[in-house]
């Protein structure tokens, strides 16, 4: 988990500015946690796990960085409000927010539930869009802000058994283009990153039981593997520093050219 090392001369420089990322418990949001912290930031953990985000305050440290734990569940507006209120009160307006909340559902449409539609919305395009609302004032006081959205390829794309996930994070990217469009004049960045299947450990246990998926991705991506968290966290940093400071309203497909070559 985390960059390489030969990778780290070209790490942005966040020496003590505060970044949010929730969805820290564990897979990509740990790894971009620890990738925060890398550069020198100081991360507030957010997620519904305080053990998953015990351990990535660890690694956060022992990347460099400080880290602190708070928990929230982005399918409560109340919590995200508490929170956002709680982290500004604290650490100050953070100069990052990211918002990689994790679950997905692989289901035929006939099939779905009215639960699980509701619960998947309300993680990946209601809880992103009240989590960037909460942290947005404090940002635009502030008169800067990086907010990274964690979106996926089937937001341009879709597959048998895709239908509900896939509306969300499109839903997750035009988002990104309008609070982009909205927040420009207070300094507020907006952006997303789309990556395709990722190796965590939790995708590493459905690929066990069913090698068939990952010969299915990995059949249609031209560079010929599956994505790592080394390969999110890179587009992630650059989206947070000052290297990016005219790049908003842009989702970076980070696919190895999957929605490329569809």
């Known amino acids: 988990m985390g960059l390489h090392a030969e990778t780290d001369r070209s790490l942005p420089d966040l020496t003590g500015a505060v970044a949010v990322v929730i969805g820290a418990s564990g897979g990509i949001g740990a790894a971009v946690a620890v990738g925060l912290g890398r550069c020198g930031a100081a991360v507030v953990l957010g997620g519904r796990s305080r053990d998953g985000m015990a351990r990535t305050a660890e690694q956060v440290v022992a ?8 928990t929230v569940d982005v399918r409560d507006t109340d919590a995200i409000a508490r929170f ?7 650490h100050g307006a953070p100069r990052v ?6 679950g997905a559902l692989h289901k035929p449409a006939l099939e779905v539930t009215v639960e699980e539609w509701d619960d998947l919305h309300s993680t990946h395009l209601r809880g992103a869009f009240f989590a960037c609302q909460a942290f947005a004032p404090a940002m635009r ?10 979106s996926s390829t089937w937001a341009f794309t879709v597959a048998h058994g895709r239908s509900v996930y896939a509306s969300a994070k499109a839903g997750l990217g035009h988002l990104t283009s309008a609070l982009a ?14 990556p395709t299947t990722v190796r965590t450990p939790r995708v590493e246990e459905r690929l066990l039981a069913e090698p068939e998926t990952e010969q299915y991705a990995v059949a249609r991506i031209p560079l010929g ?6 390969d999110v966290v890179g587009p992630v940093l650059f989206l947070a520093g000052c290297s990016s400071d005219f790049v908003t309203g842009h989702t970076l497909l980070v696919d ?4 490329t070559a569809k």
């Open 225 to 230: 593997r599956l994505g790592t968290t080394d």
């Open 84 to 90: 956002a209120a709680t982290v500004v009160d604290d």
């Open 181 to 194: 469009l909205e927040w420009a004049p207070f300094g507020i960045r907006v952006n997303a990153v789309a």
């Open 63 to 70: 990347a460099g960085g400080t880290a602190h734990v708070g």
């Open 141 to 150: 006081d502030a008169g800067y802000g990086k907010i990274v959205n964690m």
């Open 97 to 102: 927010l990211v918002n990689s909340m994790g």
């Open 256 to 259: 190895g050219g999957w929605v």
